[in-house]
């Protein structure tokens, strides 16, 4: 890996992999291209359908084999980025597992390069609405937000945009959860790789219901997926867990005692987080208690959204 001396940022020369050309694809394209990467794009689609992302990179030097993924691609490979809505199963991730290859993704690339803290949210349902919520608490309490992960643009784009004073808040799948796995094998050390395993440092898990069953194959292994947000925490990291799901409530209850657990609850007063009391929801940190609102004063409607708004207040106290 070496340094772009006008731009003081790190150049790749390496030859790079990206498995799907999605949203997520197209932009790490981008962004590996513009870092000294020579990159090769397959995905299953034939070219007539991804005109609308290729015209997106029209003015990159970039490889194309579409229509198929044709193990041959894993020759020139220095590591291989997989979209998220990639099935881990298919044969060329089968066979670069088997070779050893590093195998990563944007998301994972990005919170490895992110110089600003991060809070993810994850969860079954409600992580889209809780985490613009705490974008826009964090906006309104003055703080520079970047908001992105699973919702809006991929933020591997504007990393060169980002100050280490500012905060990021990033909606986190389950199937982008899966790549914060800790990497066993070798990597070279010009790969834009993070071997180890990682978790945001703020970090909630709404709830977790059957979800994505056809791709996860077990409610285990979904599970498994998404407790990755918690799994790497250090020490003083904070989790923020839904008392009322008994899946949440039992993550809470493993956690390590070096870290730190908020509770949100709409059915009881939590030591530490926010809860429904009455018709008021209350945030109560560091031993001091408030009235954030009536319940009957969110615009947002349902009992789920009274749940999320919760979890947001809690997010955003524990930020600051």
Known sequence: ??????????????????????????????????????????????????????????DLSVRYALGGHPLSLLDSADVVFVSPGVPPEIPLLVAARQRGLPISSETRLFTSLCPAPIVGITGSS??????????????????????????????????DEILASDVVV???????????????????AEVPFAPGGWSPPLAAILNITP????????????TAAKAQILNHQRPGDIAVLNLDNPTTRHMGEQVKPDRRVLWFSLEQEVPEGAFLQGAELILRLAGREEAICASDELQLLGRHNIA???AACALAGAAG
Do not use: C
């Not at 997520?24 to 000294?36: C, D, K, W």
């Not at 609405?129 to 784009?157: D, F, H, M, S, Y």
């Open 126 to 159: 409600g992580k889209s609405t809780t985490t613009a919520l705490v974008g826009e608490i964090l906006k309104a309490a003055g703080r520079r937000t970047w908001v992105g992960g699973n919702i809006g643009q991929p933020l591997i784009g504007r990393l």
């Open 170 to 188: 990033m909606e986190l799948s389950s199937f982008q959860l899966e790549f914060f796995r800790a990497w066993s094998g070798p990597v070279a």
């Open 1 to 58: 890996m070496t340094m772009d001396a006008r731009s003081n940022r790190q150049r790749y020369p390496i030859s790079a992999l990206v498995v799907g050309l999605a949203r997520e694809g197209t932009a790490l394209t981008r962004f590996l291209v513009g870092r000294g990467a020579s990159v090769t794009v397959t995905d299953t689609r034939p070219a007539k359908a991804l005109a609308e992302s290729r015209a997106a990179l029209a």
């Open 308 to 310: 999320n708004v919760l």
């Open 211 to 222: 979800n994505h069953l056809d791709r996860h194959l077990s409610m285990e292994a979904y």
